[in-house]
């Protein structure tokens, strides 16, 4: 894999704007994603996972700039994005793609599938007019349709056969880096490890940079090299892989991990699964200090008045923890409070 960094978000913000009435004179903001800063590797996959409503996907359609950025930087093989215009943009739009969570959705229901993959090759220039219908059959091929499908129309299609059109479309354009956005979360399970595994074939093949953002934390785990954990819109905690599921140091890891299920009883009854107890705060009007603290088992005074960053407690791990910090530094013990709830 390339050590280069590809992409680097740093401190990136989106604030949305709330209405409050007209006869309010004071505005409010939904902050869906509040100073989130990674990076990524050339070659490699990184995966973003959260509860529903965390800001994950936000920060992927705002990384491609299909909204603009509060505040933060979004740097592309060193060029800043955040700042560019429509114009600006162009260059990055072929190198940058995106696959949507929901294909029907995504895909123009009114366009053939050769229309909708030769819209991106026309509008970037990739090939002439006349090399254009093998280009289209070729990315067909390469995602495991047939070429007799190419006149066909999104609702011709099942499910998975419409995601996997998006991925031909998204990779027509020839891009370094594909945002996955839930890509597998609307289909059958039979064929999320087909879709996977098909894109785990495509980056050797293509040499392609991964944003894999999910909630499926045991697939996330298998496509995977490094994986940020995100909550109410900032990143707890930072790690390869193997060392976050081997070892997840912040409480709000540990209860997401606790929940995977897993197809032995016996395994099952034996494992303590952490239940989080607590409300989770407005994005509208978060909390003072660590958003986490509501609900978490550690939480100090520290942790309810001055709010913890990322920061490295060994061999790249990443965690945005009071609690863990001090253990880091030998300020406290590491032990499992008496307040944590297990069943």
């Known amino acids: 894999m ?17 209405d409050t009435g007209i006869f309010s004179k004071t505005k409010s903001y939904l902050k ?29 359609r705002t990384i491609l700039r299909l909204y603009n950025p509060t505040g933060g930087q979004i740097l592309f093989d060193g060029e800043d994005l955040s700042g ?9 739009r072929k190198k940058i793609q995106m696959i949507f969570q929901d294909p029907y959705a995504s895909l123009n229901p009114r366009m053939t599938v050769s229309e909708l993959l030769s819209e ?62 839930e890509p597998i979360s609307a289909l059958d399970v039979s064929i999320q490890a087909q879709v996977v595994n098909m894109l785990e074939d495509l980056q050797n093949e293509m040499g392609l940079t991964y944003l894999f953002i999910a909630h499926d934390l045991s697939m996330v785990k298998h496509i995977s090299d490094r994986i940020g954990v995100m909550y109410l819109g900032m990143l707890m905690e930072v790690s390869e892989s193997d060392e976050l599921y081997e ?16 197809p032995d009883p016996d395994v099952t009854r034996k494992n303590k699964r952490r239940i989080l107890t607590g409300d989770v705060p407005s994005p509208i009007d978060p909390p003072e200090g660590c958003r986490f603290a509501s609900r978490c088992p550690f939480a100090s005074d520290k942790c309810k008045s001055e709010t913890p960053v990322l920061e ?18 030998g300020e406290r013990k590491a032990n499992t409070p008496v307040t944590a709830v297990v069943v």
């Open 84 to 92: 560019l215009d429509d114009k600006g943009l162009v260059p990055y």
């Open 247 to 262: 070892k997840p140091l912040h409480p709000y890891t540990q209860a997401l991990l606790s929940a995977i299920p897993i």
């Open 120 to 181: 991106g090759l026309r509008t970037h220039n990739i090939c002439t007019k006349e090399q254009e219908q093998g280009r289209i059959f070729e990315l067909l091929e390469k995602v495991g349709l047939k070429r007799d499908h190419a006149n066909r129309y999104p609702h011709e299609f099942s499910g998975g056969q419409r995601q996997r059109i998006s991925i031909a479309r998204a990779l027509a354009v020839e891009p370094e880096l594909v945002i996955c956005d």
């Open 2 to 18: 390339d050590k280069r960094v590809l992409l680097k978000v740093v401190d990136l913000k989106k604030y949305f704007s709330m």
């Open 312 to 329: 490295d407690v060994g061999n790249g791990h990443l965690v945005a923890c009071h609690h863990w910090q001090a253990i880091a530094t």
């Open 32 to 60: 869906a994603v509040d100073g989130v800063s990674f990076e990524i590797r050339r070659g490699e996959t990184f995966g973003l996972v959260g509860e529903s409503g965390c800001g994950k996907s936000t920060t992927g």
